[in-house]
């Protein structure tokens, strides 16, 4: 018998553990506990090495705590081919501690490249949905959708991003609206029937949020921005829909790097901090 559809995995999640949080995993060298890269080299598989310590620990403290656990491939990619290695034991502890995985790639080509693209993130690496960039048009993403069925897996395309330089091109306006909400459009027309194409929604602009969940209403949103980057949990209420489904909610820095490098307690405050956030996020959702 086939598993459940991507979005009801994932609201089944977000019911049973209790919270929309998701934890992303990007690890960085300079931040990792003193304890950690005292164990291995400074080089590019000595620090896939930690980034395998790190992350599984992170996971073995948090991940049953969490709906979703996201890895940021680039800083797995930047370490070469063990960096390969890492990511792919991140993934498998994620699946372990029952989390669902989101491949935080944001790939973006067409034809045979997207289809690539696509079974590696599925079929090789196995996770349950990746980030999916739009601007190459509707030949860009299909290949994904395609990819994702075939696995009963979802993907998230990007729709509104948190960062500063977002409006550049986001902001356009086309046809007397902006270029974001075009985007949106084709998101729901993807996600109907199906529920598996998310969209990434970042918690910087909380009032374009909240236009955007009425423009895809059944659509799940990913939202960046929460906690180290300023997005606050008041911030990323428009998300949910009414019955407090709809949203999940990432930090990344702001749940594996509460610490200074040398701090002896570093286990201690990942766990409190993943604790506040998904507190926090509790008291907002509908």
Not at 104 to 125: E, H, L, N, P
Not at 254 to 267: C, L, Q
Request: proline share 6%; with cysteine; glycine share 12%.
């Amino acid at each position: 018998m086939s598993r459940p559809a991507f979005n009801e995995r994932l609201a089944e999640l977000v019911r049973t553990r209790g919270n929309p949080l998701c934890v992303g995993i990007d690890p960085r060298w300079e931040l990792l506990p003193a304890a950690i890269r005292g164990r291995h080299d400074n080089t590019g598989e000595g620090h896939a090495h930690a980034f395998t310590e790190f992350g599984l620990h992170v996971l073995d403290l948090v991940g049953h705590l969490v709906p979703v656990i996201k890895p940021q491939s680039a800083f797995f990619e930047a370490c070469g081919p063990a960096g390969f290695t890492a990511q792919a034991a991140i993934l498998k502890r994620a699946a372990e501690v029952g989390a669902l995985t989101i491949l935080d790639s944001k790939r973006g080509d067409i034809a045979s490249t997207a289809t690539a693209y696509a079974q590696a993130s599925f079929a090789v690496w196995g996770a349950d949905s990746v980030t999916v960039n739009p601007y190459l048009g509707q030949d860009a993403v299909e290949p994904f959708i395609a990819a994702a069925r075939e696995v009963r897996g979802g993907l998230f395309v990007l729709v509104r991003t948190s960062n500063p330089g977002s409006g550049l091109f986001q902001n356009l306006t086309c046809d007397g609206r902006p270029l974001y909400q075009h985007v949106a459009g084709a998101v729901n027309d993807w996600n109907r029937g199906h529920g598996d194409v998310g969209a990434v929604v970042g918690a910087t602009h909380p009032r374009e949020l909240a236009g955007l969940r009425g423009l895809m209403p059944d659509v799940w949103f990913l939202v960046p921005g929460f906690g180290a980057q300023g997005g606050s949990a008041a911030d990323v209420t428009g998300a949910f829909r009414a019955d407090g489904l709809g949203a999940i909610i990432n930090s990344s820095r702001g749940i594996t790097y509460p610490f200074h490098p040398d701090d002896p307690a570093w286990e201690e405050k990942i766990v409190a901090a993943t604790q506040r956030a998904i507190a926090e996020l509790q008291s907002v959702m509908p």
